[in-house]
C-alpha cells in the first residue's frame, strides 16, 4: 500500500481486542464496541510525535473510516490521538 497522509494526519489499523471474558463468556460481535487501539501504518511529514508502527489510543468516534487495498483503516487527526501505548 502507498499512502501518504496530509495535514496533521495518521494512517491507523484498528488492533482487535479479545471477543471473551475472563471467565470464558464468548461476546458476540454485535454487543462488542469497536477497538480504541491501533497501530499506526502511515505518518504524515508534519507529524513528529508518532512514528509507523506505535501502538495509539485513540477516541471510539475519532477519525474517519477508509478501506485501501481491501482493508478497513481509520484517517486519524493526531490532536485525536490519545497517547501512545508503551
Do not use: H
Not at 475472563?22 to 513528529?48: L, T
Not at 510525535?49 to 485513540?58: A, N, P, R, W, Y
Amino acid at each position: 500500500m502507498n499512502f501518504q497522509p496530509l495535514g496533521k494526519r495518521v494512517l491507523v489499523k484498528r488492533v482487535e481486542e479479545a471477543n471473551t471474558t475472563a471467565s470464558g463468556i464468548i461476546i458476540p460481535d454485535n454487543a462488542q464496541e469497536k477497538p480504541s487501539r491501533g497501530e499506526v501504518v502511515a505518518v504524515s511529514s508534519e507529524v513528529k510525535e508518532m512514528l509507523c508502527g506505535d501502538k495509539v489510543l485513540f477516541g471510539k468516534f475519532s477519525g474517519s473510516e477508509v478501506t485501501l487495498d481491501g482493508e478497513k483503516f481509520l484517517i486519524i487527526d493526531s490532536e485525536d490521538i490519545f497517547g501512545i501505548i508503551k
